[in-house]
């Protein structure tokens, strides 16, 4: 399987304390944090991994080379300029030769059963599955709501202070999606998703997933990461 991961934001709110590389090479116990992202793909047979990067982009490749080392096969997408997630996804896909592919963010670690969103696209026969991941107060994001695992709503504001659950910024896409994507800067979460999700003419679903998450975007959380893998409760 393929997967690509998005390795090309600025990191901005990340600066402060990582300022000499992209965010996704922020180092966890001397090994750069995608290196856990990429290792936890490879347990579950995802071994193809296409890197879409931007900023010092060449850091990436300079590290991972062509994935050898780590027994798997890597190829990189650079963007010159930001695209969005969207538009990052479109650009890497010309290196994308499979009918469906993982994609999701470099700076984010997420422990899944990716088998439970392959069963549920084959079942179904989706264009996208994502997968949801439950918080205590959905108003500080948009949320994400699946009914019998069809995705009814997305980003969807909510004023009040309540469980529920939201993106958790993990797809597996069909390739012929990378077609409807426009060229130029676009986002998946606010452009695209809700667009096809709203025409109603794609097969949109997903999964709940529960799993150890944590997005390294902002320093607490990044010193945070580094505490859980020294305590064991994140292993390579």
């Given at each position: 399987?393929?997967?690509?991961?998005?390795?090309?934001?600025?990191?901005?709110?990340?600066?402060?304390?990582?300022?000499?590389?992209?965010?996704?090479?922020?180092?966890?116990?001397?090994?750069p944090?995608?290196?856990?992202?990429?290792r936890?793909?490879k347990?579950?047979?995802i071994?193809?991994?296409?890197?879409?990067v931007?900023y010092?982009?060449?850091?990436?490749?300079?590290y991972?080379?062509?994935?050898?080392?780590?027994?798997?096969?890597?190829?990189?997408?650079?963007?010159e300029t930001?695209?969005?997630?969207a538009?990052?996804i479109?650009n890497?896909?010309?290196?994308v030769t499979?009918?469906?592919f993982?994609?999701?963010?470099a700076?984010?670690?997420?422990?899944?059963d990716?088998?439970?969103?392959?069963?549920?696209?084959?079942?179904r026969?989706?264009?996208?599955?994502?997968?949801?991941?439950?918080?205590?107060?959905?108003?500080?994001?948009?949320?994400?709501?699946?009914?019998?695992?069809?995705?009814?709503?997305?980003?969807?504001?909510?004023?009040?202070?309540?469980?529920?659950?939201?993106?958790?910024?993990v797809?597996?896409?069909?390739?012929?999606?990378?077609?409807?994507?426009?060229?130029?800067?676009?986002?998946?979460?606010h452009?695209?998703?809700?667009?096809?999700?709203?025409?109603?003419?794609?097969?949109?679903?997903?999964?709940?997933?529960?799993?150890?998450?944590i997005?390294?975007?902002?320093?607490?959380?990044?010193?945070?990461?580094?505490e859980?893998?020294?305590?064991?409760?994140?292993?390579?």
């Amino acid at each position: 399987m393929q997967a690509v991961l998005l390795a090309g934001g600025l990191g901005t709110r990340l600066r402060s304390v990582v300022s000499d590389r992209p965010k996704p090479m922020a180092l966890i116990e001397g090994r750069p944090f995608m290196e856990y992202v990429v290792r936890e793909l490879k347990k579950h047979g995802i071994t193809e991994i296409i890197f879409a990067v931007g900023y010092k982009g060449s850091m990436v490749e300079e590290y991972f080379k062509d994935g050898s080392q780590l027994g798997i096969q890597v190829s990189y997408a650079y963007e010159e300029t930001l695209l969005g997630t969207a538009g990052a996804i479109k650009n890497a896909g010309r290196l994308v030769t499979e009918e469906r592919f993982f994609v999701l963010n470099a700076d984010t670690f997420y422990q899944i059963d990716y088998s439970r969103l392959t069963l549920l696209c084959q079942e179904r026969d989706l264009d996208m599955a994502l997968v949801l991941r439950e918080v205590s107060d959905v108003s500080r994001y948009g949320q994400a709501v699946l009914k019998d695992s069809w995705l009814t709503a997305f980003d969807e504001k909510v004023a009040e202070s309540r469980p529920g659950t939201i993106n958790g910024g993990v797809y597996l896409m069909k390739r012929s999606l990378l077609d409807e994507i426009p060229e130029g800067k676009v986002s998946l979460e606010h452009d695209m998703i809700p667009k096809w999700l709203h025409s109603g003419d794609k097969k949109l679903g997903g999964i709940v997933n529960d799993g150890y998450f944590i997005d390294i975007g902002v320093p607490k959380d990044y010193f945070r990461f580094i505490e859980d893998v020294k305590k064991g409760a994140v292993i390579l």
